[in-house]
């Protein structure tokens, strides 16, 4: 097992187009997989953009759209992250898809927890994230999702050392211009459970009036933050991350004490892992 990896996060200024976020995509994972990336982390619906009507969105565009994505996953030879709409049967949901160095994909999170814009349009997930890269155990939550601490909290019980975290924030602009240095994400997930915590946001006009702040950060299991984008440009960041420093300590702390609520926490952990399946 890979006792470190290179991650990278990418803050997307999003385009109109599916077409043209995908070339953004496909072309930045070119980019940071020849820098020596082993993980690339996009926003929350970085392949159609957030602010916009999803239904009006064909399937067939999105399968097209992650196809390209899973090929250059594998030409690159780098694991991809990448948020998007997608479909079961006539339902939409608000999707992470994982896609590892073969370009296959390993994983699909899909957003439990959405907000009154998503519920226009999606329905919502019903498993939390719990994936491997380079047999390193993951998990997720998508953009709102930073509200509600049991969805990272049960994933890295079940073992999960990195905590990766799309987000598509659309704000006032008064409200985006004070997100910045650390006040937008959730730097505490990565405090409170000893893991590493990745956060890719877009940033930029978001149209109607909304902005999203940028500041995409990669943050240590002591709270340090590693690397930091501004509210203002896109950007690509990276760091070197030790797993050997995310030992998930008060997690499995809680695991122990208090013992009342042992048999509890190994119910709702069984729980998990059957909806895993």
């Not at 690339?40 to 565009?61: H, K, M, Q, S, W």
């Not at 999707?95 to 329905?123: A, P």
């Not at 609520?261 to 952990?269: A, E, G, I, N, Q």
Request: glycine share 6%; charged share 25%; aromatic share 8%.
């Amino acid at each position: 097992m890979k006792r470190s990896l290179t991650i990278a996060a990418v803050q997307m200024v999003f385009r109109p187009q599916v077409d043209q976020n995908v070339a953004l995509i496909t072309d930045t994972i070119q980019r940071s997989a020849e820098g020596g990336a082993d993980v690339i982390l996009f926003p929350e619906c970085a392949v159609t953009g957030y602010n916009r009507d999803f239904t009006r969105i064909r399937r067939g565009d999105i399968e097209r759209a992650l196809a390209r994505i899973a090929q250059t996953a594998r030409r690159s030879r780098c694991n991809v992250l990448v948020g998007s709409p997608t479909f079961a049967g006539r339902k939409r949901l608000n999707s992470l898809l994982v896609f590892d160095r073969r370009g296959r994909e390993i994983f699909r999170y899909s957003k439990v927890h959405l907000t009154r814009r998503d519920r226009q349009t999606f329905v919502p997930g019903n498993k939390l994230a719990l994936f491997h890269l380079d047999q390193i155990p993951c998990t997720a939550m998508i953009c709102h999702e930073r509200r509600f601490p049991e969805l990272v909290r049960l994933p890295v019980m079940l073992g999960a050392q990195v905590l990766f975290h799309p987000n598509a924030g659309l704000d006032a602009l008064e409200v985006s211009k004070t997100k910045h240095r650390g006040r937008d994400g959730m730097i505490v997930r990565a405090f409170e459970n000893q893991v590493y915590y990745v956060f890719a946001n877009s940033v930029g006009p978001q149209g109607d009036g909304l902005w999203s702040a940028g500041d995409s950060k990669i943050v240590a299991p002591d709270g340090r933050t590693l690397a930091l984008a501004d509210n203002r440009r896109k950007a690509v960041i990276h760091a070197r991350v030790d797993l050997s420093r995310a030992g998930r300590e008060y997690a499995i702390e809680a695991l122990r004490q208090p013992a009342f609520l042992r048999p509890y926490w190994k119910s709702m952990l069984a729980a998990c892992k059957r909806q895993l399946k």
